[in-house]
């Protein structure tokens, strides 16, 4: 659906390389993370596949035409939510949506713009102006000018930036509805648990080089060898106690929690040292590394 080949761009002005041989391959219907710090090359590579910036060198093939030489065939398969919002501000909305229907070549789609708004809970905004959108709607509609042609495949760079919780997580329902259609998607973002919900496959791009790439779960069970373990006891803790753990990281949380980082496979021998002491706790709990955890493992590395 999506191959990019030795994929690479500097920035002639400024001698930046912002993206240094790129290779990635998405299958249709995927649902991928594409993870990075500002600057990491993740907006650079989105807006060569837009058709707004020009590669270095390398190949790029949305469906089954190349980018460079097929453009106008690539913009009709792909649909891009930009970062910044960007639309005509003096349209109402249903104009906005028809002006860019028409870029395409459809006309008549009253219905299917209709089914868009009550989509994004955008129904009762149809003929408000585009200036006159709270900013959670601005980035709604930004997503139903993306699918106003019925792409293949959509690219979402940092959808729910500035939008409130109850609003992402509507947000969060939509996009699961339309993977389950079938829909290929590619979700930048900076709130990791974000990706974490949502994605299957999470790349992590710095300094414009690809530093992983794989299925969530087994990222997760990949890097998940150390776990986060709270025991709570019914008396007051000291360090002094439990320095026959040290080497766990021991930590003292509201003066009853015991709190240390093990490696899973120490936890029985950890939980049979306590009780040879005859130190009774009464609640324990496990934590694993979260995606968050495991992408700034990366970056730091």
Known sequence: MLTISNLSKTYLKTKKVALKDINLN??????TALLGQNGAGKTTLINILAGNVKKTHGEVKIGDHDLENSELETKKIIGIVPQEISYETAFTVEEILKKQA????FKNNNAY???????LALEDKKKAYGRELSGGMKRRLLIAKALIHKPEILILDEPTAGVDIELRHAMYEFLKKLHKSGMTIILTTH?????EKLCKRVVVINKGEIIA?????KLLK??????KVEIDFDCELSINDFKFLSEYNVEIKDKKKLILKIVKNDLTKVIEKIVQKNMKFIDLNIEKQ????????LIRR
């Open 102 to 105: 028409g870029y395409f070549g």
């Open 290 to 297: 979260s995606l968050e955890d495991i992408y700034l493992q």
């Open 213 to 217: 790439d794989e299925p969530k779960d």
């Open 222 to 227: 990949d890097f998940s060898k150390e776990i």
């Open 113 to 119: 713009i209709d089914e868009l708004l009550e989509s």
């Open 26 to 31: 998405i299958e249709k219907g995927e649902f």
């Open 191 to 195: 709130y990791i648990e974000e990706a």
